[in-house]
């Protein structure tokens, strides 16, 4: 196992642009594909963190907040907002921007839960998340609350 990392350590940002491929009948990004980069940006982030393969387990939410459309430069971010024992939580946010002007729109966030895996192929504990200041501390607690209802949700009898 690794030491452990900050958020700042695992930090990935991963940029594209919609491509007619990647557009539907209105011109607007396929939900698929802008899924499909999320969850390539938080592998990234996943295995920045743990230092090994990590997987998906699951996308816990998933929130359009705006259209991506044909031409649309698009920004993606991710990081890890907490650790459990075998598996961590990380956070995408996903931006369109205005190529002349620069300015940025938030256009879905995403919460997903990746699971680091050893040699065995069975779920490997965790380096530690160093939480170094406020945000991080807030993120971590939060991510806290929302892993305790996920798993209450599973199994009443969490």
């Not at 011109?27 to 743990?50: E, K, L, N, Y």
């Amino acid at each position: 196992m690794t030491t452990g990392r900050t958020p700042r350590d695992s930090v990935t940002e991963k940029t594209e642009i919609v491509l007619p491929q990647y557009a539907n009948a209105i011109g607007t990004a396929f939900g698929g594909t802008i899924m499909s980069w999320i969850d390539i940006c938080a592998a990234v982030t996943a295995q920045r963190h743990c230092g090994r393969v990590a997987v998906t387990a699951s996308v816990d939410a998933l929130t359009f907040l705006a259209p991506i459309r044909l031409g649309d430069v698009v920004i993606l971010k991710s990081r890890v907002n907490a650790v459990f024992k075998t598996s961590m939580e990380i956070e995408v946010t996903v931006e369109r921007e205005d190529t002349a002007t620069r300015e940025r729109v938030l256009c879905a966030d995403s919460l997903l839960t990746f699971v680091n895996i050893g040699d065995d192929g069975r779920p490997a504990p965790m380096p530690p998340l160093l939480l170094e200041t406020d945000e991080d501390r807030a993120r971590d607690a939060a991510a806290r609350q929302r892993r305790t209802r996920r798993l209450a949700a599973r199994d009443p009898r969490v």
